[in-house]
Each structure stands twice: as structure tokens, then as C-alpha cells.
């Protein structure tokens, strides 16, 4: 039997920085609230228009 979460129940959230979805990572666990970016590389970007060559995926 597998142990854990499925991925797709995990929580999610929109990137500040690039606008895209990322989801809950353990490590993130205590101060998840505070969580803004997806990675290292967009904390250090910070908070700009988001990419205009990506697009979201319609709901």
C-alpha cells in the first residue's frame, strides 16, 4: 500500500513572480501562509508582470 498524499490533493498556489501553479512541499510546511514563489530563482526576481510567453492552462 503507498503511503502519503497523492500529489493531486496536495495544496496549490500562484507563483508571484512567473504566475505559474506550484504545489505544498514539506519543507514549506511551517510557514506555508508565508510562501510567495515557487523557487529559489523567482524569490530572487521577485514580483513582476508574469511571463508573457507562458499562458495558463484554462480551468
Known amino acids: 500500500m503507498p503511503k502519503g498524499v497523492a500529489k493531486s490533493d496536495l495544496q496549490t498556489k500562484v507563483c508571484a513572480a512567473c504566475g505559474r501553479p506550484f504545489a505544498w ?27 508573457a510567453g507562458w499562458k495558463r492552462p484554462p480551468d
Open 25 to 51: 512541499r514539506k519543507k514549506w510546511a511551517k510557514d506555508w501562509e508565508a510562501v510567495r514563489y515557487c523557487s529559489e530563482r523567482c524569490r530572487r526576481t521577485g514580483a513582476q508582470k508574469p511571463d
